[in-house]
């Protein structure tokens, strides 16, 4: 019993006596910088700066073969933290981008060609006729840009379309990647004028499709400043860089102009408000 | 003969149709002709509207070697040039034609030619010229499958009368009305490759279709009718070259490289047609079939006919018609409009009612493996689906997504009632998509 303790204990004491000096030999620096800066980091792994992981991005940060600006889904209040463990200043520029649908045609306005019940993933029905909708530029709303998304921070309404919150939008571009017909843009999150529609089609049939596509019929070109809205190929399309009074929303005739942006309360019905607020 | 690996064995339905003789239908009030109707590259259309046209006439012009003319199915007028909703699952541009009535063939067309003084180059450019695609229902061009590339030996035809999909009896119709005609169609393909042996293989279930093609096979020399065993997809042609030889198409390769050549019945038939007669590819026997539609019927449409004008000439829909599939309810394409149209692939139109239509629900694998069991490339799609719904298409090609033939019996054994088919689409498409940005 006795020798069994003792040889025990002397086993454990030279073991560790042996830990312990591993530990102070073969001792890895980590600049303790590195760690701050990954703690600072917005951490979902994304890869939207072109390197495999927000530890890595610290990394090249702390080595200065990055910029403290590096995380374009963190933005600003995140290169301001970096900075200042990097022990620079960061002078804060312009306004960060955020990811819009650019179509409002949900099932209570866009027709529908035909009855879907595959797989539900975008890419998967635009396979068949390109999508259930009358309207080939529409939103298939199966969801795939919510499943993508890192951040969570797009909403799958119940009428049939997907809609980003800017407020937890980083503007990592991964939905505008994955959405099979294109119409996910990156617009500055401080604008407030929006035309939400991606047809070229012509006005008439635009019509037989969808109550709210754009017909290109030019009015909020005329009523908007000189080249605040332009027109391609049918369809109206704002210069996100020009300043567009309110107004303008009341010149479109199909109410395809949408007033949403900061300070901006929007009614949403009841049902579609449920889904937005329940996962916000 | 015997069988694959794999298979299933469907309701065969096929008693709906199959004692119907061929009926040619009356020409339309108009017909829509896809410009689009082979594999390979889309061909240029050269005809604008108002254009007046005669049945045989050229349409649309090859688009490269792997491509085939169209022809105008009957005389009238070019009406409009619009996009119209291909069988195959697409909307593309298609000729609206309206005809005359007097159905007056272009020159040189519907002139008969001794094929005995024609050489194997000039029976090919007559295949060639002719328009002729697979009418099995890919629509890949008859004449790349007629040309080699040196050093790839063909020393066997095989003529595929399986038809193994569930419903339609076109290819069973057509041996049963026309099996001189398939017989002379197959000679030619012999002699454009020079073979010596010609296999007709039809499946069991077909005993009618067998004693027919016996028959009128007797006499002559280097032809043998076999009869395949009933297992779906005994007619992909992978399959029924294993069935018929144990010979192995290379996974990515073409039944060239094990020195067959596989042609439907009904690529025979129009063959004979072309060569002989100098008739290109205007019409064909559809299977409009299923208990959505009043009259089942076998029928001889013109290409362009569409979908609605042959539902009302095989008596209209019933009232509880839920589904219009282009092509068999295995492999075919769900349709929305009645404005799709007879394509050179289309063999058939199923109709189901409401209470027929299967609902996939996308419920997780249970890894049973049953789909395993009856993948007849011998792929395991169950990995396939699960690695393409959650969006790795590089592991779905390192297993093989590309040798998927998309038959179906996957979907059709699944427990969980998933989609497979339309991941294993998802997944292929993507995979191409992969390699062309590879460049």
Request: glycine share 12%; aromatic share 4%.
């Amino acid at each position: 019993m006795l020798t069994a303790i003792i040889a025990l204990a002397s086993l454990a004491l030279l073991a560790s006596f042996g830990l312990a000096m591993a530990a102070r030999v073969f001792a890895v620096e980590i600049d303790p910088k590195v760690e701050a800066i990954e703690e600072a980091l917005p951490g979902a792994n994304c890869g939207v700066c072109g390197l495999p992981g927000c530890a890595e991005l610290a990394r090249h940060i702390a080595e200065g073969t990055a910029e403290v600006d590096a995380c374009p889904v963190g933005g600003e209040a995140v290169a301001h933290m970096i900075a200042s463990i990097m022990g620079q200043t960061f002078e804060g520029g312009g306004v960060r981008s955020v990811a819009m649908v650019m179509c409002n045609g949900d099932d209570e306005v866009a027709a529908k060609r035909f009855f879907y019940n595959g797989v539900y993933d975008c890419n998967s029905a635009a396979l068949l006729f390109g999508g259930d909708k009358a309207c080939s530029y529409g939103c298939l709303g199966q969801g795939t840009c919510a499943g993508v998304c890192p951040f969570g921070a797009i909403d799958m309404l119940p009428s049939g379309l997907a809609r980003v919150n800017p407020e937890k939008c980083t503007g990592c571009t991964k939905c505008v990647s994955a959405c099979p017909k294109g119409i996910i843009k990156m617009i500055p999150s401080d604008r407030t004028v929006h035309i939400l529609c991606s047809s070229h089609d012509k006005g008439g049939k635009v019509r037989k499709s969808c109550r709210v596509g754009c017909i290109g019929c030019q009015r909020c070109v005329k009523a908007a400043p000189e080249g605040a809205i332009e027109m391609e190929e049918n369809l109206a399309v704002v210069n996100y860089e020009a300043d567009i009074p309110h107004t303008v929303a009341e010149s479109c005739p199909m109410n395809t102009i949408v007033i949403r942006g900061p300070g901006i309360v929007e009614e949403l019905d009841t049902e579609n408000k449920a889904a937005v607020e329940g996962r916000a | 003969m015997g069988s694959f690996f794999g298979g299933i064995h469907p309701r065969y339905n096929k008693e709906l149709s199959d004692r119907q003789a061929i009926e040619t239908m009356p020409l339309p009030g108009k017909l829509i002709v896809h410009f689009t109707q082979n594999l390979g590259a889309p061909p240029r259309p050269i005809v604008k509207k108002g254009d007046d046209v005669k049945k045989g006439q050229v349409i649309a012009e090859p688009g490269g070697f792997v491509s085939a003319p169209v022809h105008a199915p009957t005389s009238g007028t070019v009406k409009s040039i619009d996009v119209y909703p291909h069988p195959a699952g697409t909307d593309m541009p298609a000729a609206v034609i309206v005809p005359d009535g007097n159905d007056e063939w272009a020159d040189g067309c519907d002139v008969e030619r001794d094929t005995n003084l024609l050489d194997a180059d000039a029976i090919k450019n007559l295949i060639q010229a002719g328009g002729l695609v697979g009418k099995g229902g890919a629509a890949f061009p008859t004449h790349v499958k007629l040309s080699p590339p040196p050093g790839k030996k063909i020393n066997l035809l095989i003529i595929n009368g399986a038809e193994c999909e569930p419903y339609l009896t076109a290819d069973h119709r057509l041996m049963l009305d026309r099996p001189s005609e398939i017989l002379e169609g197959a000679a030619l393909f012999a002699r454009v490759i020079g073979v010596d042996l010609i296999i007709v293989a039809i499946e069991r279930n077909k005993p009618d279709a067998i004693g027919r093609m016996s028959e009128h096979a007797a006499g002559r020399a280097g032809f043998s009718i076999e009869a395949m065993d009933v297992v779906y997809p005994q007619g992909a042609e992978k399959q029924l070259i294993y069935s018929l030889t144990k010979r192995r198409v290379p996974a990515g390769g073409l039944p060239m490289d094990v020195g067959v050549l596989v042609q439907n019945v009904g690529t025979a038939y129009a063959a004979y047609e072309a060569v002989t007669f100098d008739r290109p590819l205007i019409e064909r026997v559809v299977t409009v079939t299923g208990s959505g539609i009043v009259q089942p019927k076998n029928v001889l449409a013109r290409i362009g006919a569409t979908f609605e004008d042959l539902i009302a000439f095989c008596g209209g829909l019933k009232s509880d018609t839920g589904k219009i599939i282009s092509g068999g309810p295995m492999m075919g394409v769900a349709q929305y409009s009645l404005d799709a149209s007879v394509t050179k692939g289309t063999s058939g139109i199923v109709l189901l009612t409401n209470d027929e239509i299967p609902q996939f629900t996308g419920d997780a694998c249970i890894r049973c493996g049953r789909c395993v069991n009856v993948c007849p490339m011998g792929l395991n799609p169950s990995a396939l689906s699960i690695f393409i719904e959650r969006m790795m298409f590089e592991r779905a090609g390192e297993y093989n997504v590309m040798d998927c033939i998309e038959c179906g019996c996957c979907a059709y054994v699944c427990p969980s009632r998933r989609p497979m088919v339309h991941h294993l689409r998802r997944g292929k498409a993507e995979v191409r998509k992969a390699a062309k940005k590879a460049g």
